[in-house]
């Protein structure tokens, strides 16, 4: 496993996951990429939805006093 700061949980693979429901994923790729932010509309699997998507000025952070 890897954990990135501000990105997915990459684990090796074949992966099985079990959501909070109880019912079960898995992918059998060679690395996954699990979602830690719950932004994903894959989710458990990350879409890169936690990527900051800039559209234009004062969408930085908020500027300090």
């Known amino acids: 496993m890897k954990v990135q700061r501000r990105g997915p949980l990459l684990v090796e693979g074949p992966v099985e996951v079990e959501l909070e429901d109880g019912t079960t994923v898995s992918s059998d790729r060679f690395r996954v990429a699990l979602c830690t932010c719950r932004r994903s509309r894959r989710f458990?699997?990350?879409?890169?939805?936690?990527?900051?998507?800039?559209?234009?000025?004062?969408?930085?952070p908020p500027a300090k006093d």
């Open 44 to 60: 458990p699997w990350c879409d890169t939805s936690h990527r900051v998507r800039s559209s234009g000025a004062g969408d930085g």
